[in-house]
């Protein structure tokens, strides 16, 4: 391990490549945020990083949920994953609970984080709001699962959205906890955001979320989405086709149209909306046209991989076959600077 250009203790693997690590819960749909957010900004590390990508199930369940249903959950969100870019032959894909050391590793951690530390984690502030009715101590010690996830393989590179920045930087930390109490074996993990950091949901005051019913999911059939867009909220000075709007105000187009759609459409809708030559519903259609041109090359690759199930739990069964190869060297090397395994 060396010090970046920043300053940040980083891990090169035996090929000289950063590892990237991610994870995304298998809780519902995938939804467009989800895509913008993470999933098309992990597709750009594919080439030039090592890149491990988890379904992560533990997180999933620290809320409440079927268990009849997770297995299908889980399969939907490896052919989401994989149908929206994570090319297998270029990555590893594989789910949480397969690589026992995730929570092996989260023990350990869990005796160098400080209690005030995880009291303060925004999310989980939120999500005890939330699930008033469920806040279990899985709920408060998510973070330090997450810090075990990424430097179980000693990533480095972390890409997220906006809401899991605080999760990194306490991976971070906890990365330098166990460092200084035990010896360096941890890199300090950075997180790399997209441009679209925070895509809000329909109703233009929350970020998209799978359990605010605010989504858009991205293998969603188009009439469903067009029965969700219709309706959605504008800027709020277009009540009438005449009144001009401001696109800027507008979380059809900040939120979504800036995304998916091509400069010349931008600029016919900025142009349309100021100057009130044309409506909400037709500035949509045109949005709609665009989401379709994005997502319907990814519903038609997640069919392929919906209708070949053998093929999806193969790629899993690899993925977590090669994440345990690394899972268990680095489980034994913190074990090791811990006195838990004799040294020689
Ligand atoms: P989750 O669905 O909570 O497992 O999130 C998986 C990934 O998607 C994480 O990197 C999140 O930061 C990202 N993400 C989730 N919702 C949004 C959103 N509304 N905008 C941008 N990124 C998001
Ligand atoms: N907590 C993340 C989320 O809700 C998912 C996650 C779990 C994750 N482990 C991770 C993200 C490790 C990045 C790295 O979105």
Sequence with gaps: MKRDDKGYLTYWNDEGKIRVFSGIQPSGELHIGNLLGAISNWVTFLDDYECIFCIVDHHATTIEYDPQKMPQWIFNAAVANMAAGLDPDRCTLFVQSEVPEHTEL??????????????????????????RHNVNVGLFTYPVLQAADILLYKASAV????????????????????NNRFGEVFPECQAHLTQAKRIMGLDGKNKMSKSLGNAIGILEPLESIWNKLRPAKTDERRQRKKDPGNPEECNI?????????????LEWVRKGCTQAAMGCL???????????????????????????????????????????????????????????????
Aim: glycine share 4%.
């Design 253 to 265: 187009y900040t939120s979504y149209h800036c995304y998916f759609s091509p400069e010349k459409d």
């Design 106 to 131: 989260a023990w350990i951690f869990n005796t160098v984080t400080p209690y005030g530390d995880l009291s303060r984690m925004t999310q989980f502030k939120q999500k005890s709001e939330q699930y």
């Design 159 to 178: 890409p997220v959205g906006e809401d899991q920045v605080q999760h990194i930087e306490l991976a971070r930390e906890i990365a330098r906890g166990f």
């Design 282 to 344: 037709e500035c949509k259609k045109k949005l709609l046209d665009n989401m379709d041109k994005l997502l319907s090359p990814i519903r038609k690759k997640a069919q392929k991989y919906k209708d070949d199930p053998e093929f999806v739990y193969d790629v899993l069964s690899t993925g977590a076959e090669k994440a345990r190869g690394i899972a268990e060297q680095v489980t034994e090397e913190a074990k090791k600077v811990m006195g838990l395994i004799r040294s020689s």
